[in-house]
C-alpha cells in the first residue's frame, strides 16, 4: 500500500460493486450490487467483538494486520472461501465469498475494502449479503499483550436472514470467527489462544420498511445460479 505508517485510506465513493473478471470457482454475484450499512438492513442491530491475546509472541499490532491482510482467506475455517483480487484488499477492492450455509449449500457473495491503514482494515457488504454491515479487523496493545480483534455492526439484511440468525445463525458466525481468530494466532506462535466473544444487541427494532431487501437475499440467488443448467 502506498499510505506512510499511521495513514489509512478509504474507498471511493461507488454506485455499484465490479470484480472484474470472476477467478476459477467463484461466481459472481455481485457485479452491479449496491454497497449497504446497517441503516439499510432489516433486523435487529449488533455489535461483536472477538478478540484473541497474542501471549508470549513478540509482534507489534502493525505485524499482525500485515500478516492477516496477505493470508486473509487461509486462517478461514475449511469449506468458506475468500477470493481476494489480485492487488491485494486495498480500499475500492472488490472480493467474492462462498460460504457453506445451511444444508451445505454454497452462499455467494463477496464484500469490498472500505478502508485500511497499518493496523486495520475494514469489509463492507454489498445488497443480497446475509447481513448488512461493515467488519473491521484490527490489532493492538492491551494489558502486556498484543491483541487481534475482529467487529462487527451489522443487521440481519432481510427477514430470511434474520429467521436465520434466530435459528442457529449467531452461535454459527460467532464460531467463524472464532476460529479465525485462533488460527491467526496459531500462525503467528499463539498456539492454543482461544478467542472470545462479545455480542451487544445495539437496536432492538425491525425495520419492516426493509423486509423487500428479499429480493437481493443471496440464499435465494445462489440456489438460482446452483439449478442454472450446465452448473
Keep these: 500500500m502506498s499510505e506512510t505508517p499511521g495513514q489509512g485510506s478509504w474507498a471511493k465513493p461507488v454506485d455499484t460493486l465490479s470484480a472484474g473478471a470472476a477467478p476459477d470457482g467463484a461466481p459472481n454475484l455481485v457485479e452491479g450490487k449496491r454497497l449497504v450499512g ?137 464460531r467463524f470467527w472464532e476460529q479465525t481468530l485462533e488460527s491467526l494466532a496459531a500462525s503467528l506462535g499463539a498456539q492454543g489462544a482461544k478467542a472470545t466473544t462479545q455480542a451487544v444487541c445495539v437496536d432492538r427494532r425491525r425495520q419492516w420498511s426493509r423486509a423487500t431487501n428479499v429480493r437481493h437475499s443471496v440464499g435465494i440467488r445462489s440456489t438460482l445460479h446452483m439449478i442454472k443448467p450446465g452448473r
Design 38 to 174: 446497517p441503516v439499510q438492513g432489516f433486523g435487529k442491530m449488533w455489535q461483536k467483538t472477538y478478540k484473541v491475546r497474542l501471549d508470549g509472541v513478540a509482534t507489534t499490532p502493525a505485524e499482525v494486520i500485515a500478516a492477516w491482510r496477505e493470508g486473509f482467506p487461509t486462517f478461514w475455517p475449511k469449506g468458506n472461501d475468500f477470493y481476494a483480487p489480485l492487488t491485494g484488499l486495498d480500499p475500492g477492492e472488490v472480493a467474492l465469498i462462498k460460504l457453506t450455509g445451511p444444508g451445505r449449500m454454497k452462499l455467494k457473495t463477496g464484500v469490498m475494502v472500505l478502508y485500511s491503514d497499518d493496523v486495520s482494515f475494514t469489509l463492507m457488504t454489498p445488497e443480497g449479503h446475509m447481513f448488512a454491515g461493515w467488519i473491521t479487523f484490527s490489532s493492538h496493545e492491551e494489558d502486556g499483550a498484543t491483541v487481534a480483534q475482529a467487529q462487527v455492526l451489522m443487521r440481519a439484511q432481510d427477514p430470511l436472514g434474520e429467521l436465520g440468525l434466530a435459528l442457529g445463525g449467531h452461535g454459527k458466525e460467532n
